[in-house]
C-alpha cells in the first residue's frame, strides 16, 4: 500500500491510474480506523479497480473545539488496519492540502436537509464536511465513493453537493458496522471505557424497539414510546434528540409511515456523543 503525504504525489498516481483507465473507489475517513472504516475499505476494493482511503481530522467541520482536541488520532495504527484489506493507496493531507489559502470552498443550499437534526444541532457542521469531501472529490476524481450509513444525514448531504455540483462520482451507502451489543462501531468508542460501551448500547436497543413499536403505532406514538423507554434505561446517558425522518427530505413524519423511514438518535455519554439509525419502516 502507497503511503501519500502530498498533493504532488497524490497527482501524479491519480494521473497514472486513470491514463490506465482505472476505476477509481474512494473512503474518505477521519482515522482512528475500526471494523466499521475498513468495511467500506474492502467493499471498495470489491468493486473498483483501485482503493483510496484518506485520514484527515477536518478542523471546519467540528463546532466544538474540545472535541476537536480530543478526537482520536493514531495514524501508524490506522495504516496497519489497512494493510489487512486491500488498499491501494492511503492519502494522509496536511491542512495546507486541503485547504490552500488560494482555494475558496463552495457555498451551496442545502435546504431543507440541513436543517434538522445534526445541522440543527451542529451549526456549520455540513458546511465543514461538504467542503472537505468536494475538495477531496477534486483531488481524487473517484468514479466511486463510499460512506457509512451510521452518519445518515451525511449521506443526503453529501448526495446532494454531488447532485447541486454536477461532481461525476457515485456514491454508495455501506450498512453500520456494531459491536457484538450492537453499539455502532465508532472511532469516538475509543473514549468510552467498557462499563460506558455497556451502557450505551441503550441506543441500539430503542432503534430495535422502535422497529417493533412501527408494526402497531404511528409514528409520533412510536417516537414517543422510544423517547420514553430510553429515558427510562438511561443510565445516566443523555439524549440530545430522536427523529423519526422520511429518507428523502429528511422531515419528520408524524401520522403515518413511509418506505425508509428512518428512526435517528444522538445522545451523549458523559462528553462523548454518539450517533446511530435504523431503517424502521414497519413490514
Ligand atoms: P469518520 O472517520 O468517522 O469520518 O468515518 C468515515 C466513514 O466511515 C464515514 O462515511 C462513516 O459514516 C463511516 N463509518 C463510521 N463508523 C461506521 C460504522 N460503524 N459502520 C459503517 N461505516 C462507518
Not at 463546532?63 to 492511503?90: E, F, G, H, M, W
Not at 443526503?156 to 455540483?165: C, L, N, Q, S
Request: proline share 5%.
Amino acid at each position: 500500500m502507497l503511503e501519500i503525504y502530498s498533493n504532488q504525489d497524490l497527482a501524479v498516481f491519480i494521473q497514472q491510474r486513470k491514463k490506465e483507465n482505472k476505476k477509481i473507489g474512494f473512503v474518505p475517513t477521519m482515522g482512528a480506523l475500526h471494523d466499521g472504516h475498513l468495511s467500506l475499505v474492502k467493499k471498495s476494493c470489491k468493486e473498483n479497480d483501485i482503493t483510496i482511503t484518506s485520514i484527515f481530522v477536518n478542523p471546519t467541520q467540528f463546532n466544538s473545539t474540545n472535541d476537536l482536541k480530543n478526537y482520536p488520532r493514531q495514524v501508524d495504527n490506522d495504516i496497519k488496519q489497512l494493510l489487512k484489506t486491500n488498499c491501494d493507496a492511503v492519502y494522509i493531507p496536511s491542512e495546507q492540502d486541503i485547504y490552500p489559502p488560494s482555494y475558496k470552498g463552495i457555498e451551496i443550499r442545502l435546504n431543507p436537509i440541513d436543517q434538522v437534526m445534526e445541522g440543527k444541532h451542529r451549526p456549520g457542521h455540513f458546511n465543514g464536511v461538504v467542503n472537505v469531501v468536494y475538495r477531496l472529490f477534486q483531488l481524487i476524481q473517484p468514479d466511486k465513493a463510499y460512506f457509512g450509513r451510521k452518519d445518515f444525514q451525511q449521506v443526503a448531504v453529501i448526495r446532494t453537493m454531488v447532485k447541486i455540483t454536477e461532481t461525476p462520482v457515485d456514491i454508495i451507502m455501506c450498512e453500520t458496522y456494531r459491536e457484538p451489543n450492537g453499539l455502532a462501531m465508532s472511532s469516538r468508542n475509543l473514549l468510552l471505557s467498557q462499563t460506558e460501551k455497556e451502557k450505551a448500547s441503550i441506543i441500539y436497543h430503542t432503534l430495535k424497539l422502535g422497529s417493533e413499536l412501527s408494526q402497531k403505532n404511528t409514528p409520533a406514538e412510536t417516537k414517543e414510546k422510544m423517547i420514553r423507554f430510553f429515558n427510562d434505561n438511561a443510565r445516566g446517558l443523555e439524549l440530545e434528540y430522536l427523529e423519526i425522518v422520511a429518507s428523502n427530505d429528511l422531515q419528520s413524519i408524524n401520522k403515518t409511515w413511509v418506505k425508509g423511514a428512518t428512526a435517528c438518535i444522538v445522545a451523549f455519554c458523559g462528553s462523548v456523543r454518539l450517533i446511530d439509525n435504523l431503517e424502521i419502516y414497519p413490514s
